[in-house]
C-alpha cells in the first residue's frame, strides 16, 4: 500500500443480490490516479453489475464506496457524473444528426445574449478536442465520422460535461478495427497522463496487454483478484476468468484427430474461390469438408462474421465464386443456401436469432417451414412433436414449446436456435459465437453437440472469440485479421501461441 | 470527397425545393403573362398564409421524430369556436384571438403531454386529437357562421401596400413572424437543438441529459399553438367557421414540410425549407388555374408524387450514409484519416 | 371442472376478451338508455333492429380492419385505406355508368337499371385496382425500405385526386339494381354485407392460420432481421399483408359506394383509414407488430360501430360523434399503455402485500 495516496476509488466488500442470482459477492475494486485499469471476466461475471453499482444505476445491498477518501453513496447516474465518474457505452449515445461541436456542447452551449454563439460554440469544441489531439471539422455531422471518431467525441464529452476523474469505457473496442482502436488508445495514453482514472471493459486479451496498467478479474460474481499487468501472463489471465481446466473435452477432440489424419479423400461440400466483398471481406479461398469441424479465429470485425454472411447469403459477394457440391452458387440468400442444406446461428442471437415473443415451438419450426414455403404449413401436431424431439434432444429447459421464447435463459435460447437449424437437417452449419453470453453448462454441451453433429458427417463452422474453445472444437482452424483470411492452421500448428502470433500479426 | 460538397449536402434536399419552385415559377411567367405579375406572386403568400403557418408548427414536432396529424381538425376547431364566441355571446375578438391561440397551445401540451407520459406513439394520439377536434367543432356548431366583428372585418380587408400596387395581407406578415420566430428558435436556442437531438436519436439525447420530456410536450404546445393561429388565420380570410374547414389540412402540411426538405422521420431539416415547401404546393395550384386544362385534383396527385420523390431522395441518401459509414475506412485509406488527426503511438500494421 | 377453469382462464388471457367487454359495456349502456336498442323485427322477410344496423353499417369497417391488423402486424400501418376505398368505389361505378355522370345527374331515367360492364367485370376490376394501390404501397414499403406511415401516406395524398381523375370530379351516381345488392342486399334473412365479412374473414383466417403465412407475418412483425436469417422472406410477406389490405379496402369501396348508389371520390371512405386503425388497436394488436386476431379486431370494428350508433340514437350529430369516439378511443388505449398498466400492477401488488 505504498501508493495509498494514488488510490481515488476504493469499492470495498460490494454485495448484490438479483432474484435468483448473486451478481455480485463481497468484491473488492481500487482505482488509482492516472492508471488504465482493466476490469475482466466472461459474461455473467459481475463486471457490468459492479459498473452499474458505481454509476448509481443500481444500489448496492452491502459495501462501501470511498471516492477521494470520503464515503459516498451513488444515488443515480446523474449524481455520478456530478461526482466525477462518466460511462462510455459500447453503443455510441450521441446524436448523428447534430455536429460534432454541438454534440460535445449541447446543454451547455455558450450563449450571447440568450442566443447560441455558434462561433464560439465550434471554437470551443475545437479546444477541447485539441486536448487530446484530435483535430476534426467539429461542423460536420457526428453521423459523417466513423466510429472511432464517435467513440471518442464520446468520451471528450463525458470528459467535459463534469470535471470527470473516473472514466469508464465499456467495451469500446468492439466495433472498432485495429487503425481505430490505435487512435482511441492514443486518446487514453493522453487522458491518462492528464490524471483521469480508466476503467476500461473490453473481451480482447491483447488490448488489455497493450493498454492497460492493472487488471481486476471477477468470476460468477466474485473476486478472483487484482494483479499488474505485467505480472500476469496470457495464460494466467485466461485461467483465470475461466476458472476451471481445459480438460473436458479434450478426450473428444483426441478420438477425432484421426479422422483428419486421414486427409480429405472426399471433394469438398462447399468451395470458394477469390470469394469476397468490398469493405467486409478480402478476397479468399476455402474448402470445407464432409465430417469437419473447421474453426474461425480472429478478433471481432477480422471478417470472420463477414465470410459467414457470405457463406450463408446474408450478405451477396462481388468478387469470386463459391461452390456448393461442385455446383456453382448463383443466388444468395438465405432461404436458397436453407435450400442448399447450409445453416447459420447469427452473432447477435437477439438481434437476429430469436423471434423473442415468438414461443419455443415457432422458434423451433421457423426456418424449416420457410424452407417448406407458405402453402405447405407443418399442422400444430407436427411442429409440437418435432419441437419436443430437439427440446428432449438439446436439453432445453422450458417449461413448455408454447412458453415465449423471451422467458428462456441465453443458453436455452441459444440451443433453441441451434434446434431450428437442425431441424431444417442441414450439411453445413455455421455457428458464430454460439457460446456467447451462455454459462458455461450451456457451452460444454453445445461445444459437445458441435463435436458430435460433425462426427455424423456434417460440416460445422465453430466462430468465436474465445480462443480455447475454437482450439478444442476443431479440426483445422483458419485465422483472420483485418478483414483477411491469413491462413489456414491443422494438427500441431493448431495452438494458442500460434494463433495469437497470427492474429496478432507478428 | 471536398470539404464543401460535403456542406453543401445537408442542405441539397432545401436547395432542391428552392430551385424547383423558382424554376416552376419562372416557366409559368413565360408561359402565362398573369403569373409574371407580381400580385400573382404576393397572392401566392396570402392564400397560403395559414398553410405556411400550420406547416412551420408541424415543422418543429417532424424535426423532434414526432408527427401531428390534428393540425386540420384544430383549424376547424379554431375557426367555429372564434365565429361562435363573437358571434353567439358578444365577446371581443381582441379577447377571442388570444383565448383561441391558449386553446390550440393547452390542446397540443394536453397531446404532447399523453404522449410522454403513457408513451404512446404521437401518430396515434394526435389521430385521436384530430377526431376529437372536428368532432368538438360540430359539437359548437353544425352550420357555418359568419363572422361580423368589426376589428376581425379590418383585419381581414387590410392591405399592406409593397411595390407599386401589389400588396400582402396582415396574415402573410404574421406568417412570417411566426417563420421566423421558429428559425430562431430551432437554430437558435438550447430548446431547438434539443428538438434535433430527440429527432436523431431520443435515447441518446436522454443519456445525454437533455430534458426530453419537456421539449416533447412543448414542442407539441407550439404545434398546437400554430394549428390555432392558422386557423384564425383561415377564419379571418373567409370570416367564417365551420368544423369541415381544411379538411384533410394535416396532409398538405406534412407534404409541405417534407418537400421542405425536412426527414420525416426527424432530425434533420431546416425551417426555412418548410416556407417552399408550402410555395411548391401554392405553385402548383397556380399553374394548375392558369392553365385551365388541368382539373383541381391534380394538385393532390402531383403533390403526392413530389412527397414521394422527396422521401425517396431522402432515403437513398440515408443508407449512402449507412452504407458509408458502414465501410470501415481506416486500413483502406489511413493516410486519409491521419491528416485530421494526430498519428497514433503505434502505426497500423 | 378444473378443465373449465382452465378454458376460462384462456379466454380471459385471449386478445379477444377485452374487444368483447368494451361490446358488452356499449350494449349495457344501450340496454339502459337507447329504448327498442336490442328489437329486432322482420320486415319483408329481413332482419331490422339496430343490432343489424351496426353490423350492416359496420361491414367496411370489418372488412378494412381485417387488412389492417395484418399490415399492422408486421410492424406497420396503411394510412391509404381511406382513397383507396375511393378508388374502387370510383372504378366501378365509372365503369357501370361510363357517361362520367354528366346527364345521369340530371335525369336518372336515361339509364334505368342497365350497365355499361358486366357487373362481375366491374367488381374484378375495382379490386383488380385496389389490389394495384396495395402493391404499390407493399413496393414502397418493402423493396423501397421507406417507413410504412411514410409510404402509405403518399397514396393517402395522391389517391384523392386519382379517384377524382377517374370520376372526372364528378359524383358519380348509378342505378343498377344488382349492383345495390352489394350493400343493401338481404340473403337469408340477414344482410349481405355480413356475407361478405364473413368470407373476407373466413379467407384471411385460413391464409393465416391454416398456412405458414400466419407465422411468418408475425415473426416478421416481431422481429424482420431474425425472420430474414431464418430464410422467411420478409419482403414478399410484407408485399402481401398491403396487398391484402389494397383488396380488403376495395372491397369496403364495392360496399360502400352500392349502399349510397354513388361514388363521391372526396367523401368516400374519409377518415376510415383511422377508424380502421382504432379498430385494430382496440383488438389489442400492437402497433408495434407481432402478435395479431382478426376476430378481435372486428370485434374492435363492431366496438367502433356501436359506439356511433349508439350516439346517433341518443341524438348526438354524425359529425360530433367523432369527438365522443376520440375520448373513448384515447382511454382504451391508455389502458393498454404499459406506463398504464405498470401504475396498476403497482397498486394491486401493494394492496396484495398490505393484506
Redesign the interface.
Given at each position: 500500500m505504498a501508493d495509498s495516496d494514488q488510490v481515488i476509488l476504493t469499492m470495498k466488500g460490494i454485495s448484490r443480490a438479483f432474484p435468483g442470482v448473486q451478481a455480485l459477492q463481497d468484491v473488492d475494486f481500487n482505482l488509482r490516479r492516472g492508471e488504465i485499469h482493466a476490469l475482466m471476466g466472461e459474461n455473467g461475471a459481475g463486471k457490468s453489475t459492479l459498473i452499474k453499482v458505481l454509476t448509481g444505476v443500481e444500489a448496492p445491498d452491502t459495501g462501501v464506496i470511498t471516492l477521494e477518501d470520503k464515503e459516498v453513496q451513488v444515488r443515480s447516474p446523474q449524481h455520478a457524473q456530478e461526482l466525477g465518474i462518466s460511462t462510455v457505452y459500447q453503443e455510441i449515445n450521441l446524436c448523428p444528426n447534430l455536429t460534432v461541436a454541438e454534440n460535445i456542447l449541447i446543454g451547455r452551449e455558450p450563449r450571447r445574449t440568450g442566443r447560441i454563439d455558434w462561433k464560439r460554440m465550434n471554437a470551443q469544441a475545437v479546444d477541447i478536442l485539441e486536448r487530446v489531439d484530435i483535430g476534426i471539422d467539429v461542423t460536420q455531422t457526428l453521423g459523417s465520422y466513423s466510429v472511432a471518431i464517435q467513440q471518442m467525441v464520446a468520451i471528450v464529452r463525458a470528459l467535459d460535461v463534469a470535471s470527470t476523474k473516473i472514466l469508464i469505457l465499456d467495451e469500446p473496442t468492439s466495433s472498432l478495427d485495429t487503425y481505430e482502436t490505435d487512435q482511441l488508445f492514443s486518446v487514453m495514453r493522453k487522458l491518462k497522463g492528464q490524471g483521469t482514472a480508466i476503467i476500461f471493459i473490453t473481451h480482447f486479451i491483447d488490448q488489455v496487454y497493450e493498454i492497460s496498467d492493472r487488471i481486476t478479474i471477477l468470476r460468477n460474481g466474485k473476486l478472483v483478484g487484482d494483479y499488474d499487468t505485467n505480472s500476469l501472463t496470457h495464460l494466467e489471465l485466461v485461467s483465470n476468468m475461466l476458472g476451471r481446466t481445459l480438460v473436458e473435452l479434450d478426450s473428444v477432440s483426441k478420438s477425432r484427430s484421426k479422422l483428419v489424419a486421414d486427409g480429405h479423400t472426399s471433394d469438398p461440400v462447399m468451395q470458394a474461390r477469390q470469394l469476397g466483398s468490398t469493405g467486409a471481406i478480402d478476397p479468399f479461398d476455402l474448402d470445407l469438408y464432409e465430417g469437419e469441424v473447421v474453426g474461425f479465429a480472429g478478433l471481432l470485425g477480422s471478417g470472420r462474421t463477414e465470410i459467414a454472411n457470405l457463406l450463408?447469403g446474408?450478405d451477396k459477394p462481388d468478387h469470386g465464386t463459391l461452390a456448393y457440391n461442385g455446383k456453382a452458387v448463383k443466388k444468395f440468400s438465405?432461404?436458397s443456401?436453407?435450400e442448399r442444406g447450409v445453416a447459420?446461428s447469427?452473432e447477435d442471437r437477439k438481434?437476429?436469432?430469436?423471434?423473442?415473443?415468438?414461443s419455443v415451438r415457432?422458434n423451433i419450426v421457423?426456418?424449416m417451414?420457410?424452407?417448406?414455403?407458405?402453402?405447405?404449413?407443418?399442422s400444430s401436431a407436427k411442429q409440437t412433436e418435432i419441437a419436443d424431439k430437439y427440446i428432449k434432444m438439446l436439453n432445453i429447459v422450458t417449461p413448455s414449446p408454447e412458453q415465449p421464447v423471451k422467458n428462456l435463459s441465453g443458453g436455452n435460447q441459444q440451443k433453441v436456435i441451434l434446434a431450428?437449424w437442425l431441424a431444417t437437417n442441414p450439411q453445413v452449419l455455421i455457428l458464430d459465437e454460439p457460446t456467447r453470453g451462455i454459462d458455461v453448462g450451456a457451452k460444454t454441451e453445445i461445444q459437445k453437440l458441435v463435436v458430435s453433429l460433425a462426427e455424423e458427417g456434417k460440416t460445422c463452422i465453430f466462430i468465436s472469440s474465445e480462443l480455447e474453445e475454437v482450439l478444442r472444437t476443431s479440426d483445422r482452424i483458419v485465422v483472420l485479421r483485418d478483414q483477411e483470411k491469413i491462413t489456414e492452421l491443422t494438427g500441431d500448428e493448431m495452438n494458442e501461441t500460434l494463433i495469437m502470433q497470427t492474429i496478432a500479426g507478428s | 470527397m471536398s470539404r464543401s460538397f460535403k456542406i453543401d449536402r445537408k442542405y441539397v434536399p432545401m436547395l432542391a425545393t428552392i430551385c424547383l419552385f423558382v424554376a416552376g415559377y419562372v416557366i409559368g411567367a413565360i408561359q402565362y403573362p398573369g403569373m409574371a405579375r407580381p400580385q400573382t406572386f404576393f397572392n401566392l403568400f396570402i392564400d397560403n398564409a395559414f398553410l405556411l403557418i400550420a406547416s412551420t408548427g408541424l415543422t418543429l414536432v417532424i424535426l423532434s421524430g414526432g408527427?401531428d396529424l390534428s393540425v386540420g381538425a384544430v383549424i376547424a376547431l379554431t375557426s367555429v369556436a372564434a365565429a361562435y364566441l363573437m358571434e353567439h355571446t358578444g365577446l371581443s375578438s381582441l379577447i377571442v384571438i388570444p383565448l383561441m391561440l391558449l386553446m390550440g397551445a393547452a390542446f397540443g401540451a394536453l397531446m404532447g403531454g399523453?404522449i410522454h407520459?403513457?408513451?404512446?406513439?404521437p401518430?396515434?394520439?394526435t389521430?385521436?386529437?384530430?377526431?376529437?377536434?372536428?368532432?368538438?367543432?360540430?359539437?359548437i356548431s353544425?352550420d357555418a357562421i359568419t363572422i361580423t366583428d368589426p376589428f376581425y372585418r379590418t383585419l381581414s380587408l387590410a392591405r399592406i401596400h409593397l411595390i407599386g400596387k401589389s400588396f400582402v395581407s396582415v396574415h402573410v406578415i404574421i406568417a412570417f413572424v411566426v417563420l421566423a420566430v421558429f428559425m430562431y428558435l430551432a437554430h437558435l436556442t438550447h430548446f431547438g437543438r434539443t428538438v434535433y437531438a430527440m429527432g436523431g436519436n431520443e435515447q441518446s439525447a436522454r443519456l445525454m441529459g437533455l430534458a426530453v420530456g419537456r421539449t416533447k410536450v412543448l414542442v407539441y404546445t407550439l404545434g398546437g399553438f400554430c394549428s390555432a393561429l392558422a386557423g384564425l388565420v383561415f377564419s379571418n380570410n373567409l370570416l367564417s367557421g365551420h368544423?369541415l374547414y381544411a379538411?384533410?389540412l394535416e396532409?398538405?402540411a406534412?407534404?409541405a414540410v417534407i418537400i421542405g426538405g425536412t426527414l420525416?422521420?426527424g432530425g434533420v431539416g431546416y425551417v426555412f425549407g418548410t416556407m417552399f415547401g408550402v410555395l411548391v404546393n401554392g405553385l402548383i395550384q397556380v399553374l394548375i388555374i392558369f392553365n385551365g386544362e388541368l382539373?383541381?385534383?391534380?394538385?393532390?396527385?402531383v403533390?403526392?408524387?413530389l412527397?414521394?420523390v422527396f422521401?425517396?431522395v431522402q432515403?437513398t441518401f440515408a443508407?449512402m450514409r449507412r452504407r458509408q459509414a458502414s465501410i470501415k475506412p481506416a486500413r483502406k485509406r489511413p493516410a486519409a484519416a491521419s491528416d485530421g488527426l494526430a498519428a497514433p503511438d503505434t502505426p497500423p500494421s | 371442472m378444473a378443465q373449465s377453469k382452465s378454458f376460462w382462464k384462456r379466454f380471459v388471457d385471449s386478445q379477444i376478451f377485452w374487444p368483447l367487454v368494451a361490446l358488452g359495456l356499449i350494449m349495457l349502456f344501450n340496454a339502459f338508455f337507447t329504448p327498442n336498442f336490442f328489437k329486432l323485427e322482420i320486415k319483408d322477410g329481413h332482419l331490422f333492429g339496430s343490432l343489424i344496423d351496426i353490423i350492416n353499417r359496420g361491414a367496411p369497417l370489418m372488412i378494412l380492419a381485417i387488412g389492417m391488423t395484418m399490415v399492422i402486424a408486421t410492424e406497420g400501418?396503411d394510412l391509404s385505406v381511406g382513397a383507396v376505398v375511393a378508388i374502387s368505389a370510383a372504378v366501378a361505378t365509372v365503369l357501370i355508368n361510363p357517361a362520367l355522370g354528366q346527364q345521369l345527374i340530371a335525369s336518372d331515367k336515361l339509364v334505368e337499371n342497365v350497365t355499361a360492364t358486366p357487373l362481375p367485370v366491374v367488381i374484378l376490376a375495382a379490386l383488380l385496382v385496389s389490389a394495384l394501390c396495395g402493391l404499390w404501397n407493399g413496393l414502397?414499403v418493402s423493396r423501397?425500405?421507406?417507413?410504412p406511415?411514410?409510404?402509405t401516406?403518399?397514396?393517402?395524398?395522391?389517391?384523392?385526386?386519382?379517384a377524382?381523375?377517374i370520376t372526372?370530379?364528378q359524383i358519380i351516381t348509378v342505378y343498377f339494381t344488382p349492383y345495390f345488392f352489394i350493400g343493401n342486399g338481404y340473403l337469408a334473412g340477414v344482410p349481405f354485407t355480413l356475407f361478405l365479412v364473413a368470407v373476407v374473414g373466413i379467407f384471411t383466417w385460413l391464409l393465416t392460420r391454416?398456412?405458414?403465412?400466419g407465422?411468418?407475418v408475425?415473426?416478421v412483425g416481431?422481429?424482420v432481421?431474425?425472420?430474414?436469417?431464418?430464410?422467411?422472406?420478409e419482403k414478399n410477406i410484407k408485399l402481401l399483408v398491403y396487398v391484402i389490405s389494397g383488396v380488403c379496402a376495395g372491397i369496403a369501396g364495392l360496399i360502400v359506394s352500392s349502399n349510397v348508389k354513388s361514388a363521391d371520390?372526396n367523401n368516400a371512405g374519409?377518415?376510415f383509414e383511422?377508424d380502421a386503425?382504432?379498430a385494430v388497436?382496440i383488438g389489442g394488436t400492437l402497433?408495434t407488430g407481432?402478435?395479431f386476431s382478426l376476430a378481435a379486431s372486428v370485434i374492435g370494428a363492431l366496438v367502433i360501430q356501436s359506439m356511433t350508433t349508439t350516439m346517433y340514437a341518443i341524438g348526438v350529430?354524425a359529425?360530433?360523434?367523432?369527438?365522443?369516439?376520440?375520448?373513448v378511443?384515447?382511454v382504451v388505449?391508455?389502458l393498454y399503455?404499459?406506463?398504464?398498466r405498470n401504475v396498476a400492477n403497482r397498486v394491486f401488488t401493494r394492496k396484495e402485500v398490505r393484506s
Open positions: 450463408f446474408v438465405p432461404l443456401s436453407i447459420l447469427p438481434a437476429a436469432g430469436i423471434v423473442d415473443e415468438l415457432e421457423l426456418a417451414q420457410a424452407n417448406r414455403g407458405w402453402l405447405r404449413y407443418l431450428r | 408527427i399523453i407520459v403513457f408513451k404512446v406513439q401518430f396515434i394520439v389521430l385521436a386529437g384530430m377526431f376529437f377536434a372536428r368532432g368538438m367543432a360540430f359539437f353544425l368544423g379538411n384533410g396532409m398538405e406534412i407534404a420525416l422521420t382539373s383541381s385534383w391534380w394538385t393532390r396527385i403533390i403526392g408524387l412527397t414521394l422521401i425517396l432515403s443508407s | 400501418v414502397l423501397g425500405n421507406i417507413q406511415m411514410v409510404a401516406l403518399v397514396l393517402m395524398v395522391a389517391g384523392r385526386g386519382i377524382q381523375l372526372g370530379g391454416k398456412t405458414a403465412v407465422m411468418f408475425e415473426s416481431i422481429n432481421k431474425s425472420s430474414f436469417y431464418s430464410g422467411v422472406n371520390a374519409l377518415g383511422l386503425i382504432l388497436v402497433m407481432g402478435r350529430p359529425m360530433a360523434a367523432q369527438a365522443v369516439k376520440a375520448v378511443v384515447m388505449i391508455l399503455s404499459e406506463q398504464f
